[in-house]
């Protein structure tokens, strides 16, 4: 410290006699020459570093302002999604829930379809069965009308003779006649 001192007295030891000369002495001039850009920079420098501290200052605060106001358009985006999930929600259920309930729907309509296709079936199954039932009936009538007419017939032939069997067809062409004339 008593250098630093010292260089301040010798400050008016200087020989006047208008040399200049340079002082090698770092620990007598850095303090000199640091006040000194000290100074100047404060001076100059208070200005510049002012402007660029507010010019900070104001774009972080304009970078805050965009943000309170992304971050109020991104919550508002964010609840319209919200109140478009819950409504596609409450459709989607009211679709499943008609769409079980149209399953339902269609399902009893299969059946009751089923059951009356079943009971037709049934019904043409009850009325083939009566037709070939019928068809069987008139079949064997036929055939025992034809063996009791051929058997009529062998026991008339074998015990007519031609004169009574003459008589028999008259009279039957007779009885024929007359329901001719009956159905006309």
């Known amino acids: 410290m008593k250098n630093v ?25 850095n303090p000199i020459n640091l006040s000194v850009v000290l100074g100047v ?7 510049v570093l002012s402007d660029l501290l507010d010019n900070r200052k104001q774009r972080i605060l304009n970078t805050i302002r965009n943000s309170e ?37 269609e399902k009893l309509n299969l059946i009751n379809s089923t059951y009356k296709t079943l009971e037709q079936l049934e019904n043409y199954k009850n009325e083939s069965i009566r037709f070939e ?18 058997g009529a017939l062998g026991t008339l032939n074998s015990c007519l003779n031609n004169e009574l069997h003459l008589r028999t ?13 009956i159905t006309d």
């Open 5 to 29: 001192t010292d260089s301040f007295v010798s400050l008016g030891h200087w020989p006047s006699a208008g040399s200049f000369g340079f002082n090698t002495d770092i620990l007598a001039t």
């Open 41 to 47: 920079l404060i001076f100059f420098g208070k200005g």
């Open 69 to 105: 106001e992304l971050r109020g358009g991104a919550i508002e985006q964010l609840e319209k999604a919200r109140a478009r999930l819950r409504k596609v929600e409450m459709e989607a259920e009211q679709f499943r829930v008609n769409g079980y309930s149209e399953i339902e729907q």
């Open 133 to 150: 039932q019928q068809r069987a009936i008139n079949q064997v009538r036929q055939r025992v009308f034809q063996q009791a007419l051929q």
């Open 169 to 181: 067809i008259s009279a039957n062409i007779g009885m024929f006649g007359a329901m001719k004339e």
